[in-house]
C-alpha cells in the first residue's frame, strides 16, 4: 500500500508559478512511474505530466509543454511539477499518480490539490 500526499496548490495571477509537491509513504517509491493529473470542474480528468522509475523518460500534455517540469527525487519519496507561467485554464485539482508493474498492475492516487489561476 503506497499512500501519496500532495501540496503546492493555491490562488495565483496569470503568469505566476507554483511547485506541486507529492510524497509517497512507504520503501518502494523507485519503483513506481509517477503521474500528474488534473481536473477541471465539468471536465473529465486529462494526464498531465509523467515520468519513469529513474526520471530518464518524461511525458507532457501539449497544453503545458515548455511551461511545466516533472521531476523526482526517490532519496525523498517525491516528485514534483514546476508550473511556470499558468494560464486561467490551467485551473484544476491536480492529483498524483503512482504506478508499478509487478504481478499485475499496482496504481494509487494522492487526494489531489487545488490549483486556481485568476486572470
Known amino acids: 500500500q503506497v499512500q501519496l500526499v500532495e501540496s503546492g496548490g493555491g490562488t495565483v495571477q496569470t503568469g505566476d508559478s507554483l511547485r506541486l509537491s507529492c510524497v509517497a509513504s512507504g520503501r518502494t517509491f523507485s519503483s513506481y512511474a509517477m503521474g500528474w493529473f488534473r481536473q477541471a470542474p465539468g471536465e473529465e480528468q486529462d494526464a498531465v505530466a509523467a515520468?519513469?522509475?529513474?526520471?530518464?523518460?518524461?511525458y507532457y500534455a501539449d497544453s503545458v509543454k515548455g511551461r511545466f517540469t516533472i521531476s523526482r527525487d526517490n532519496s525523498q519519496n517525491t516528485v514534483y511539477l514546476q508550473m511556470n507561467n499558468l494560464k486561467p485554464e490551467d485551473t484544476a485539482v491536480y492529483y498524483c499518480?503512482?504506478?508499478?508493474?509487478?504481478?499485475?498492475?499496482?496504481?494509487?492516487w494522492g487526494q489531489g490539490t487545488q490549483v486556481t489561476v485568476s486572470s
Open positions: 515520468i519513469s522509475r529513474n526520471s530518464d523518460k518524461t
Open positions: 499518480k503512482a504506478v508499478r508493474w509487478v504481478g499485475g498492475t499496482n496504481v494509487y
